[in-house]
Every structure is written in C-alpha cells, then in structure tokens.
C-alpha cells in the first residue's frame, strides 16, 4: 500500500481485516521485551474530543512512557498540514487500557 508522501486528511487508511490481521502478526514475530505493548485500546470519545477541534483533520498517535516507565500511547490532533495542533488547550487523549493486561476482546493481537 502506497501512502501519499504529503499529509492528506481525506486519504482513505482502510485495510481489510485479513490486512490488518497480516499486519498484527508480522509485528507479534518479533520477540516480545518486558513491559512491551501489544496494543493499546481507546474509548470512542477520546477520538471525538481530538476530532471536534475546529482545525482538527487527523489524529497522530505517538509511543510514550508514564513516569513510572510504562509504556503508552498518546493522541493528539494534527491541522490540514499534518501539524500537531500548537495550542495549550489542545486536547489530547492517553489514559489507554494496555494489552497486556487488558487484552480480552482482542482478536488480531
């Protein structure tokens, strides 16, 4: 799949869930270090708080680490230029369940 080279906010992320699937297990092949992240899982409404910003027109998600050194992942809303949006007030979203623990439900990981 080829990604456009500039940010685009109305190009189409789809993949089938057999891609997807492909994809998940091509990376769970690699070996597994301690307190690795499998997966990450965020309520509907934390994409919606990012998403209603009025210059909002994509998300970037990026790898983190709570203080105590626990891996995360961490929301925040990018403008038509593919920017992370520079306000104070930008609304961000991390409070993920992580997998593991919380992988119940999870059916590519």
Sequence with gaps: MKMPEAFDHHYD???TREEAA????AHSRKPVHAG????VLF???AFE???EQKECKGIRIYMGRHGNG????????VDEHGQDLPHADTQCSE???PCPPFCHGSSLA
């Design 43 to 45: 309520g509907r409404k």
């Design 13 to 15: 992320h789809k993949v």
């Design 70 to 77: 626990m891996p995360t992942m961490v929301m925040i809303g």
């Design 95 to 97: 409070n993920t369940r």
């Design 22 to 25: 492909e994809m998940v297990h």
């Design 36 to 39: 690795e992240l499998k997966s």
């Design 49 to 51: 708080r990012i998403l």
